[in-house]
């Protein structure tokens, strides 16, 4: 069956500091891979996603991911952390040619030291 | 609207009770999408919509959960005799005509506590 883990439940930074989210994902083919932010009371922001092509992947905020196939990981980067990026980091995977429904890990809280 | 608008924003329900949850998506998305966030989880897919049609209801857990849109916009989740298991936090999303970019925007969700 198809699963996303990412191995870390808390991370803390300091501010300023860069950053590095892990996510490995469990399926037969190339999947679409995505990351989703979730501040407290929010629902998910997509920060990026991957279908094919370039592994290195740039999206909002300052944040990139690179595909590993080799390593069947998606892992989340940012060079210099803001205290604004404290919150719930979730890495998904969608099914190609499903009905593009998406699993989720269970995410990595981000602390952010001042 | 503007976004993908969920009501209520909170919801407390007694053991046994009968709940029901509303989104209304973004005007024109075709389809729709339902999941449930336990605490410290991440959100695990009830079931799919595209228009009225639901085309995907796996994971919906019991026959307790009943999903609907009628007209192929507002849908509603509706979970009959509640258990303190289905305390969550319930989040739609729903995106653009045919959905192939996964173009999702989720709604900030609704939080079911079942006392």
């Known amino acids: 069956a198809q699963s996303v883990t990412q191995p870390d439940i808390h991370i803390t930074v300091s501010e300023g500091a860069s950053l590095e989210l892990r996510c490995n994902y469990s399926y037969g083919a190339t999947p679409y891979l995505f990351w989703y932010v979730q501040s407290p009371g929010q629902g998910l922001q997509l920060l990026l996603k991957?279908?094919?092509?370039?592994?290195l992947v740039q999206g909002i905020k300052g944040f990139e991911a690179e595909f590993k196939r080799s390593q069947s990981s998606f892992n989340l980067r940012k060079p210099s952390v803001h205290w604004s990026d404290a919150a719930e980091y979730f890495c998904?995977?969608?099914?190609?040619?499903?009905?593009?429904?998406?699993?989720f890990g269970q995410g990595t809280t981000l602390q952010v030291k001042p | 609207g503007a976004g993908v608008s969920q009501s209520p924003r909170y919801k407390v329900a007694k053991r046994g009770q009968d709940v029901a949850l509303r989104c209304d998506p973004i005007s024109g998305h075709v389809s729709l999408f339902w999941y449930q966030q336990a605490l410290g989880q991440g959100p695990e897919f009830l079931t799919y919509?595209?228009?009225?049609?639901?085309?995907?209801k796996s994971g919906l857990p019991s026959d307790r959960f009943f999903a609907e849109r009628p007209e192929g916009s507002v849908s509603t989740l509706k979970i009959q005799r509640t258990q303190q298991e289905d305390s969550a936090v319930y989040l739609c999303?729903?995106?653009?005509?045919?959905?192939?970019?996964?173009?999702?925007?989720f709604g900030s969700g609704t939080r079911l506590t079942v006392v």
């Open positions: 998904a995977v969608a099914l190609s040619g499903n009905t593009g429904k998406l699993i």
């Open positions: 919509f595209q228009n009225e049609a639901q085309l995907d």
């Open positions: 999303a729903s995106s653009s005509p045919g959905g192939g970019d996964y173009g999702y925007t």
């Open positions: 991957y279908f094919s092509g370039d592994t």
